[in-house]
Protein backbone atom coordinates (compact mmCIF):
# COMPACT_ATOMS: atom_id res chain seq x y z
CA UNK A 1 0.00 0.00 0.00
CA UNK A 2 0.95 3.66 -0.25
CA UNK A 3 3.00 4.77 2.62
CA UNK A 4 1.88 8.31 3.40
CA UNK A 5 3.93 10.27 5.72
CA UNK A 6 3.34 13.59 7.64
CA UNK A 7 4.39 16.19 9.66
CA UNK A 8 2.54 17.15 13.38
CA UNK A 9 1.94 20.40 11.73
CA UNK A 10 0.05 19.25 8.84
CA UNK A 11 -2.17 17.15 10.83
CA UNK A 12 -2.99 19.74 13.20
CA UNK A 13 -3.87 22.11 10.20
CA UNK A 14 -5.52 19.46 8.38
CA UNK A 15 -7.70 18.83 11.52
CA UNK A 16 -8.69 23.10 12.08
CA UNK A 17 -9.22 22.41 8.65
CA UNK A 18 -12.01 20.04 9.03
CA UNK A 19 -12.81 21.34 12.55
CA UNK A 20 -11.92 17.92 13.85
CA UNK A 21 -10.50 16.75 17.00
CA UNK A 22 -9.52 14.36 19.46
CA UNK A 23 -11.66 13.06 21.55
CA UNK A 24 -12.00 10.25 23.96
CA UNK A 25 -14.50 7.30 22.78
CA UNK A 26 -17.84 7.59 24.89
CA UNK A 27 -19.39 4.53 23.55
CA UNK A 28 -18.25 0.84 22.02
CA UNK A 29 -20.76 -0.71 20.60
CA UNK A 30 -22.55 -1.93 17.02
CA UNK A 31 -22.42 0.04 14.17
CA UNK A 32 -25.94 1.12 13.44
CA UNK A 33 -28.19 -0.34 10.44
CA UNK A 34 -29.11 2.20 7.84
CA UNK A 35 -32.60 2.31 8.79
CA UNK A 36 -31.92 2.51 12.40
CA UNK A 37 -34.22 5.55 12.82
CA UNK A 38 -37.39 3.23 11.31
CA UNK A 39 -36.34 0.13 13.33
CA UNK A 40 -36.08 1.98 16.23
CA UNK A 41 -39.43 3.63 16.05
CA UNK A 42 -41.02 0.33 15.70
CA UNK A 43 -39.77 -0.64 18.69
CA UNK A 44 -40.88 1.92 20.53
CA UNK A 45 -44.46 1.55 19.47
CA UNK A 46 -44.20 -2.26 20.07
CA UNK A 47 -43.12 -1.59 23.65
CA UNK A 48 -45.43 0.73 24.14
CA UNK A 49 -48.46 -1.10 22.22
CA UNK A 50 -47.44 -4.22 24.30
CA UNK A 51 -47.50 -2.73 27.82
CA UNK A 52 -51.34 -1.22 27.02
CA UNK A 53 -52.66 -4.07 25.22
CA UNK A 54 -51.54 -6.41 28.19
CA UNK A 55 -52.25 -3.63 30.83
CA UNK A 56 -49.24 -4.42 31.85
CA UNK A 57 -48.20 -1.70 35.03
CA UNK A 58 -44.58 -0.18 35.35
CA UNK A 59 -43.61 -2.41 38.30
CA UNK A 60 -43.92 -5.17 36.04
CA UNK A 61 -41.58 -3.99 32.85
CA UNK A 62 -38.08 -4.89 33.51
CA UNK A 63 -34.84 -3.45 31.33
CA UNK A 64 -31.85 -5.48 31.38
CA UNK A 65 -28.10 -5.53 30.38
CA UNK A 66 -25.38 -7.38 31.13
CA UNK A 67 -21.86 -5.25 31.19
CA UNK A 68 -17.94 -6.35 32.00
CA UNK A 69 -16.12 -4.97 35.40
CA UNK A 70 -12.64 -5.19 34.96
CA UNK A 71 -11.58 -5.77 38.88
CA UNK A 72 -8.04 -3.73 38.19
CA UNK A 73 -8.23 -1.31 34.99
CA UNK A 74 -4.90 0.44 34.52
CA UNK A 75 -5.12 4.14 34.28
CA UNK A 76 -4.91 5.37 31.09
CA UNK A 77 -3.64 9.17 32.40
CA UNK A 78 -1.38 10.07 34.68
CA UNK A 79 1.03 13.66 36.00
CA UNK A 80 4.28 13.58 34.34
CA UNK A 81 6.98 16.34 33.63
CA UNK A 82 6.34 18.19 30.40
CA UNK A 83 8.26 16.72 27.75
CA UNK A 84 8.64 13.37 29.41
CA UNK A 85 8.16 10.59 26.15
CA UNK A 86 7.39 7.62 28.41
CA UNK A 87 5.56 7.70 30.80
CA UNK A 88 4.72 4.35 33.03
CA UNK A 89 1.69 3.21 34.88
CA UNK A 90 1.98 0.64 37.12
CA UNK A 91 -0.14 -2.21 37.48
CA UNK A 92 -1.24 -5.22 39.69
CA UNK A 93 -0.51 -7.46 37.10
CA UNK A 94 -4.73 -8.31 37.39
CA UNK A 95 -5.78 -5.67 34.80
CA UNK A 96 -7.43 -8.78 32.38
CA UNK A 97 -9.33 -9.94 35.12
CA UNK A 98 -13.12 -9.10 35.12
CA UNK A 99 -16.64 -10.17 36.49
CA UNK A 100 -20.02 -9.97 34.47
CA UNK A 101 -22.83 -8.08 36.11
CA UNK A 102 -26.52 -8.34 34.89
CA UNK A 103 -28.42 -4.62 35.84
CA UNK A 104 -31.51 -4.92 36.01
CA UNK A 105 -34.56 -2.27 36.66
CA UNK A 106 -38.22 -1.75 36.71
CA UNK A 107 -40.02 1.04 34.61
CA UNK A 108 -41.11 2.38 37.76
CA UNK A 109 -37.52 2.94 39.33
CA UNK A 110 -36.96 0.00 41.20
CA UNK A 111 -33.88 -1.07 41.28
CA UNK A 112 -33.11 -5.29 41.16
CA UNK A 113 -30.43 -7.30 42.74
CA UNK A 114 -27.61 -7.07 40.75
CA UNK A 115 -26.49 -10.87 39.18
CA UNK A 116 -22.76 -11.35 39.22
CA UNK A 117 -21.02 -13.73 37.22
CA UNK A 118 -17.42 -14.94 38.69
CA UNK A 119 -15.13 -16.72 37.09
CA UNK A 120 -14.49 -19.38 39.56
CA UNK A 121 -16.70 -22.33 40.66
CA UNK A 122 -15.30 -22.45 44.79
CA UNK A 123 -17.27 -20.36 46.88
CA UNK A 124 -15.06 -17.72 48.36
CA UNK A 125 -16.74 -17.57 52.01
CA UNK A 126 -15.24 -14.09 52.77
CA UNK A 127 -16.73 -12.67 49.74
CA UNK A 128 -20.01 -14.27 50.36
CA UNK A 129 -20.61 -13.18 52.96
CA UNK A 130 -19.72 -9.15 52.17
CA UNK A 131 -22.24 -9.36 49.34
CA UNK A 132 -24.92 -11.76 51.23
CA UNK A 133 -28.32 -9.54 50.32
CA UNK A 134 -26.91 -7.46 48.10
CA UNK A 135 -25.84 -9.10 45.19
CA UNK A 136 -26.77 -12.38 43.76
CA UNK A 137 -23.73 -14.18 43.08
CA UNK A 138 -23.11 -17.15 40.55
CA UNK A 139 -20.19 -18.86 41.24
CA UNK A 140 -20.19 -20.13 37.58
CA UNK A 141 -16.74 -20.64 36.24
CA UNK A 142 -17.36 -17.93 33.44
CA UNK A 143 -18.14 -14.68 32.93
CA UNK A 144 -20.78 -14.68 29.96
CA UNK A 145 -24.03 -15.76 29.68
CA UNK A 146 -25.42 -18.59 28.13
CA UNK A 147 -28.49 -20.55 28.39
CA UNK A 148 -27.88 -22.03 31.38
CA UNK A 149 -26.72 -18.96 33.19
CA UNK A 150 -29.50 -16.84 31.39
CA UNK A 151 -32.23 -19.86 33.10
CA UNK A 152 -30.82 -18.48 36.27
CA UNK A 153 -31.05 -15.21 36.58
CA UNK A 154 -34.52 -15.05 35.28
CA UNK A 155 -35.32 -17.57 38.36
CA UNK A 156 -33.29 -15.45 40.89
CA UNK A 157 -33.30 -12.08 39.55
CA UNK A 158 -37.17 -11.86 38.23
CA UNK A 159 -38.59 -15.21 39.44
CA UNK A 160 -42.40 -16.72 39.11
CA UNK A 161 -45.39 -14.74 39.10
CA UNK A 162 -48.78 -16.03 39.78
CA UNK A 163 -50.96 -13.05 38.35
CA UNK A 164 -49.91 -10.30 37.03
CA UNK A 165 -48.44 -10.01 32.91
CA UNK A 166 -44.66 -8.99 33.01
CA UNK A 167 -42.45 -7.68 29.87
CA UNK A 168 -38.68 -8.20 29.35
CA UNK A 169 -36.40 -5.78 27.81
CA UNK A 170 -32.90 -6.86 26.63
CA UNK A 171 -30.83 -6.93 23.72
CA UNK A 172 -30.29 -9.74 20.72
CA UNK A 173 -27.68 -11.45 22.09
CA UNK A 174 -28.23 -15.20 21.07
CA UNK A 175 -28.67 -16.45 24.43
CA UNK A 176 -31.45 -14.14 24.62
CA UNK A 177 -33.87 -15.40 22.39
CA UNK A 178 -32.70 -19.20 22.41
CA UNK A 179 -35.43 -22.47 22.40
CA UNK A 180 -34.20 -23.04 25.79
CA UNK A 181 -34.45 -19.89 27.20
CA UNK A 182 -38.15 -19.72 25.63
CA UNK A 183 -39.29 -22.16 27.34
CA UNK A 184 -38.31 -21.07 30.47
CA UNK A 185 -39.85 -17.45 29.67
CA UNK A 186 -42.88 -19.26 28.80
CA UNK A 187 -42.87 -20.68 32.36
CA UNK A 188 -42.33 -18.17 34.02
CA UNK A 189 -45.13 -16.14 32.10
CA UNK A 190 -42.77 -13.26 31.06
CA UNK A 191 -43.12 -11.35 27.41
CA UNK A 192 -40.30 -9.57 25.88
CA UNK A 193 -39.54 -7.07 23.22
CA UNK A 194 -36.04 -7.58 21.82
CA UNK A 195 -33.61 -4.42 21.22
CA UNK A 196 -32.59 -4.71 17.56
CA UNK A 197 -28.92 -5.29 16.40
CA UNK A 198 -27.15 -2.07 16.63
CA UNK A 199 -29.58 0.26 18.41
CA UNK A 200 -28.98 -0.21 21.83
CA UNK A 201 -27.28 3.00 22.56
CA UNK A 202 -30.61 4.81 21.56
CA UNK A 203 -33.53 2.87 23.26
CA UNK A 204 -31.90 0.43 26.00
CA UNK A 205 -31.67 1.76 29.21
CA UNK A 206 -28.36 1.13 30.58
CA UNK A 207 -26.27 1.65 27.78
CA UNK A 208 -28.13 4.74 27.65
CA UNK A 209 -27.83 5.67 31.54
CA UNK A 210 -26.59 3.23 33.44
CA UNK A 211 -23.69 1.43 32.89
CA UNK A 212 -21.60 4.50 32.49
CA UNK A 213 -22.40 5.80 36.41
CA UNK A 214 -22.28 2.16 37.88
CA UNK A 215 -18.47 1.70 36.43
CA UNK A 216 -17.66 5.07 37.51
CA UNK A 217 -19.05 4.42 41.32
CA UNK A 218 -16.88 0.96 41.23
CA UNK A 219 -13.63 2.89 40.19
Known amino acids: GYNFKFAKGW ?34 LYVRDEIKRQNISPSCVYGVDETAVWLDPPATTSIAPRGTRDVSVCSTGHEKQRITVA ?9 CRP ?11 EVAETFAGKLTLCWSGRTWMDDALTETYLRKTIG ?12 SFR ?20 VPGGTTKFVQPADVSWNK ?7
Not at 115 to 125: C, D, G, I, S
Open 115 to 125: FVLLNRKRVVR
Open 175 to 194: CHFSAGTKTVLQSLKIRTAV
Open 103 to 111: LTAKADGTK
Open 11 to 44: LDNFLARHQLVLRRTTTTCQKAPADYVEKVCDFI
Open 160 to 171: PQMFQKRLLVWD
Open 213 to 219: PFKQVIQ
